[in-house]
Protein backbone atom coordinates (compact mmCIF):
# COMPACT_ATOMS: atom_id res chain seq x y z
CA UNK A 1 0.00 0.00 0.00
CA UNK A 2 1.50 3.57 -0.90
CA UNK A 3 1.44 5.44 2.41
CA UNK A 4 2.46 9.08 3.66
CA UNK A 5 2.76 9.33 7.16
CA UNK A 6 3.82 12.69 8.39
CA UNK A 7 5.17 13.56 11.98
CA UNK A 8 3.10 14.49 14.91
CA UNK A 9 1.63 17.49 16.13
CA UNK A 10 3.44 20.61 17.08
CA UNK A 11 3.60 23.64 19.42
CA UNK A 12 6.15 26.36 19.53
CA UNK A 13 7.00 29.92 20.07
CA UNK A 14 7.06 32.53 17.74
CA UNK A 15 10.48 32.87 16.49
CA UNK A 16 11.61 29.28 16.93
CA UNK A 17 12.41 27.06 13.94
CA UNK A 18 10.66 23.68 13.08
CA UNK A 19 11.40 20.53 10.65
CA UNK A 20 8.60 18.58 10.34
CA UNK A 21 8.94 15.14 8.36
CA UNK A 22 6.82 12.98 5.25
CA UNK A 23 7.87 9.40 5.16
CA UNK A 24 7.06 7.76 2.18
CA UNK A 25 6.57 3.55 1.89
CA UNK A 26 4.68 1.31 -0.34
CA UNK A 27 6.57 2.98 -3.49
CA UNK A 28 9.91 3.68 -5.60
CA UNK A 29 10.18 7.03 -3.12
CA UNK A 30 12.79 8.69 -5.77
CA UNK A 31 10.43 8.18 -8.67
CA UNK A 32 7.63 10.88 -7.75
CA UNK A 33 7.39 14.21 -6.31
CA UNK A 34 6.52 15.26 -3.13
CA UNK A 35 4.24 18.67 -2.45
CA UNK A 36 3.50 20.61 0.28
CA UNK A 37 0.50 21.90 1.07
CA UNK A 38 -0.90 24.52 3.93
CA UNK A 39 -4.10 24.78 5.66
CA UNK A 40 -5.13 27.48 7.88
CA UNK A 41 -7.72 27.30 10.01
CA UNK A 42 -10.98 27.46 8.73
CA UNK A 43 -9.30 28.21 5.15
CA UNK A 44 -8.77 26.87 1.82
CA UNK A 45 -5.62 24.39 0.37
CA UNK A 46 -2.34 26.23 -0.67
CA UNK A 47 0.47 24.87 -2.39
CA UNK A 48 3.66 25.46 -1.21
CA UNK A 49 6.17 23.86 -2.87
CA UNK A 50 7.49 20.06 -3.94
CA UNK A 51 10.35 18.54 -4.10
CA UNK A 52 11.93 15.37 -6.12
CA UNK A 53 14.00 13.42 -4.11
CA UNK A 54 15.39 11.69 -6.61
CA UNK A 55 17.62 14.51 -7.39
CA UNK A 56 16.24 17.26 -4.62
CA UNK A 57 15.12 19.32 -7.65
CA UNK A 58 12.83 21.70 -5.75
CA UNK A 59 9.84 24.17 -6.89
CA UNK A 60 8.26 26.68 -4.59
CA UNK A 61 4.99 28.57 -4.89
CA UNK A 62 5.74 32.33 -5.14
CA UNK A 63 4.28 32.93 -1.90
CA UNK A 64 6.00 30.58 0.36
CA UNK A 65 9.66 30.95 -1.66
CA UNK A 66 12.00 32.35 1.35
CA UNK A 67 9.75 31.58 3.76
CA UNK A 68 9.89 27.75 4.44
CA UNK A 69 12.50 25.30 3.12
CA UNK A 70 11.50 21.74 1.41
CA UNK A 71 14.39 18.82 1.64
CA UNK A 72 14.17 14.86 1.75
CA UNK A 73 16.23 12.81 2.67
CA UNK A 74 16.36 9.35 -0.06
CA UNK A 75 18.12 7.17 1.99
CA UNK A 76 15.16 6.94 4.35
CA UNK A 77 12.69 8.01 2.22
CA UNK A 78 11.42 11.33 3.80
CA UNK A 79 10.77 14.49 2.67
CA UNK A 80 10.80 17.98 5.50
CA UNK A 81 9.10 21.12 5.70
CA UNK A 82 11.47 23.21 7.51
CA UNK A 83 10.86 26.99 9.12
CA UNK A 84 14.05 29.06 10.53
CA UNK A 85 11.80 31.08 12.84
CA UNK A 86 8.02 30.69 13.08
CA UNK A 87 5.36 33.13 13.03
CA UNK A 88 1.98 33.06 14.47
CA UNK A 89 0.48 33.38 11.30
CA UNK A 90 2.22 30.11 10.00
CA UNK A 91 -0.39 27.87 12.56
CA UNK A 92 -2.09 25.59 10.50
CA UNK A 93 -2.48 22.06 9.21
CA UNK A 94 0.47 21.04 6.70
CA UNK A 95 -0.05 17.99 4.43
CA UNK A 96 2.59 16.24 2.43
CA UNK A 97 1.17 14.34 -0.91
CA UNK A 98 2.83 12.37 -3.67
CA UNK A 99 3.03 14.23 -6.96
CA UNK A 100 2.33 12.65 -10.18
CA UNK A 101 4.64 14.85 -12.68
CA UNK A 102 3.96 17.90 -14.31
CA UNK A 103 0.65 19.13 -14.56
CA UNK A 104 -0.86 16.25 -12.47
CA UNK A 105 -2.48 15.24 -9.41
CA UNK A 106 -1.75 14.93 -5.82
CA UNK A 107 -2.01 11.53 -4.14
CA UNK A 108 -1.95 9.31 -1.72
CA UNK A 109 -2.16 12.72 0.75
CA UNK A 110 -0.40 12.28 4.44
CA UNK A 111 -2.43 12.43 7.31
CA UNK A 112 -1.87 16.39 8.26
CA UNK A 113 0.94 17.68 10.83
CA UNK A 114 -0.93 20.53 12.78
CA UNK A 115 1.63 23.40 13.86
CA UNK A 116 0.40 25.53 16.43
CA UNK A 117 2.62 28.69 16.92
CA UNK A 118 1.88 30.99 19.99
CA UNK A 119 3.95 32.57 22.86
CA UNK B 1 -5.60 34.54 -3.22
CA UNK B 2 -6.06 31.65 -5.61
CA UNK B 3 -6.41 31.96 -9.47
CA UNK B 4 -9.01 29.20 -9.35
CA UNK B 5 -12.38 30.01 -8.55
CA UNK B 6 -15.30 28.33 -7.07
CA UNK B 7 -18.56 28.86 -5.29
CA UNK B 8 -18.12 28.67 -1.65
CA UNK B 9 -20.98 26.45 -1.02
CA UNK B 10 -23.77 24.47 -2.83
CA UNK B 11 -26.65 22.34 -1.15
CA UNK B 12 -28.81 19.63 -2.40
CA UNK B 13 -31.38 16.94 -0.78
CA UNK B 14 -30.66 13.66 -0.77
CA UNK B 15 -31.03 11.64 -4.15
CA UNK B 16 -30.69 15.24 -6.07
CA UNK B 17 -27.80 16.03 -8.49
CA UNK B 18 -25.30 19.33 -8.00
CA UNK B 19 -22.15 20.67 -9.68
CA UNK B 20 -19.17 22.71 -8.14
CA UNK B 21 -17.55 24.81 -10.85
CA UNK B 22 -13.72 25.50 -11.18
CA UNK B 23 -12.88 28.95 -13.19
CA UNK B 24 -9.67 29.90 -14.02
CA UNK B 25 -7.89 31.54 -16.88
CA UNK B 26 -5.85 31.16 -20.23
CA UNK B 27 -2.78 30.18 -18.11
CA UNK B 28 -4.13 27.32 -16.68
CA UNK B 29 -7.40 25.47 -17.47
CA UNK B 30 -7.63 27.12 -20.61
CA UNK B 31 -4.21 26.86 -21.43
CA UNK B 32 -5.04 22.77 -21.70
CA UNK B 33 -3.79 21.83 -18.55
CA UNK B 34 -5.77 19.09 -16.94
CA UNK B 35 -7.52 19.77 -13.92
CA UNK B 36 -7.92 17.40 -10.60
CA UNK B 37 -10.67 16.88 -7.56
CA UNK B 38 -10.50 16.51 -3.96
CA UNK B 39 -12.96 15.90 -1.60
CA UNK B 40 -11.76 16.65 2.04
CA UNK B 41 -14.18 14.91 4.75
CA UNK B 42 -14.62 17.07 7.84
CA UNK B 43 -10.98 16.92 10.03
CA UNK B 44 -9.60 14.49 7.43
CA UNK B 45 -6.56 15.15 4.96
CA UNK B 46 -7.93 15.77 1.19
CA UNK B 47 -8.58 12.57 -0.96
CA UNK B 48 -8.36 12.07 -4.87
CA UNK B 49 -11.84 12.06 -6.68
CA UNK B 50 -11.16 13.26 -9.91
CA UNK B 51 -7.90 12.98 -12.24
CA UNK B 52 -7.01 14.47 -15.66
CA UNK B 53 -10.14 16.23 -15.63
CA UNK B 54 -12.94 13.22 -16.02
CA UNK B 55 -11.24 10.18 -14.59
CA UNK B 56 -12.04 8.42 -10.86
CA UNK B 57 -9.37 6.47 -8.99
CA UNK B 58 -10.42 2.88 -8.27
CA UNK B 59 -12.76 3.23 -5.42
CA UNK B 60 -14.56 6.31 -6.18
CA UNK B 61 -18.54 6.15 -6.60
CA UNK B 62 -19.36 6.54 -10.30
CA UNK B 63 -22.18 9.06 -8.64
CA UNK B 64 -19.17 11.61 -8.80
CA UNK B 65 -18.06 12.83 -12.40
CA UNK B 66 -15.53 15.32 -14.13
CA UNK B 67 -15.53 17.62 -17.23
CA UNK B 68 -13.90 21.03 -18.48
CA UNK B 69 -14.25 22.82 -21.49
CA UNK B 70 -12.20 26.24 -22.11
CA UNK B 71 -11.57 27.63 -19.13
CA UNK B 72 -13.52 26.22 -16.80
CA UNK B 73 -14.21 22.61 -15.43
CA UNK B 74 -17.19 21.29 -13.28
CA UNK B 75 -17.68 18.34 -10.64
CA UNK B 76 -21.09 16.66 -10.64
CA UNK B 77 -22.22 14.62 -7.94
CA UNK B 78 -25.61 12.85 -9.02
CA UNK B 79 -27.65 10.69 -5.83
CA UNK B 80 -26.62 13.00 -3.60
CA UNK B 81 -25.90 11.08 -0.49
CA UNK B 82 -25.42 12.41 3.36
CA UNK B 83 -21.28 11.09 3.08
CA UNK B 84 -20.64 13.46 0.43
CA UNK B 85 -21.51 16.10 2.88
CA UNK B 86 -17.52 17.62 2.58
CA UNK B 87 -15.54 20.44 1.06
CA UNK B 88 -14.14 19.76 -2.60
CA UNK B 89 -11.56 21.25 -4.01
CA UNK B 90 -10.51 22.02 -7.77
CA UNK B 91 -6.37 21.85 -8.85
CA UNK B 92 -4.50 22.93 -11.87
CA UNK B 93 -1.30 24.23 -13.22
CA UNK B 94 -0.41 27.88 -13.63
CA UNK B 95 1.92 28.73 -16.62
CA UNK B 96 2.67 32.75 -14.89
CA UNK B 97 3.24 31.13 -11.85
CA UNK B 98 6.94 29.94 -12.12
CA UNK B 99 5.55 26.24 -12.47
CA UNK B 100 3.11 26.18 -9.80
CA UNK B 101 0.17 24.07 -9.03
CA UNK B 102 -3.04 26.00 -7.62
CA UNK B 103 -5.67 25.23 -6.07
CA UNK B 104 -9.10 26.54 -6.32
CA UNK B 105 -11.29 28.24 -3.53
CA UNK B 106 -12.92 25.73 -2.30
CA UNK B 107 -16.85 24.40 -2.18
CA UNK B 108 -18.87 23.30 0.82
CA UNK B 109 -21.64 21.21 0.03
CA UNK B 110 -24.42 20.41 2.18
CA UNK B 111 -26.91 17.78 2.41
CA UNK B 112 -30.10 19.41 3.45
Known amino acids: EVQLVQSGAEVKKPGESLKISCKGSGYSFTSYWIGWVRQMPGKGLEWMGIIYPGDSDTRYSPSFQGQVTISADKSISTAYLQWSSLKASDTAMYYC????????????WGQGTLVTVSS | QSVLTQPPSVSGAPGQRVTISCTGSSSNIGAGYDVHWYQQLPGTAPKLLIY???NRPSGVPDRFSGSKSGTSASLAITGLQAEDEADYYCQSYDSSLSGSNVFGTGTKVTVL
Open chain 1, 97 to 108: ARHHGSGSWFDP
Open chain 2, 52 to 54: GNS
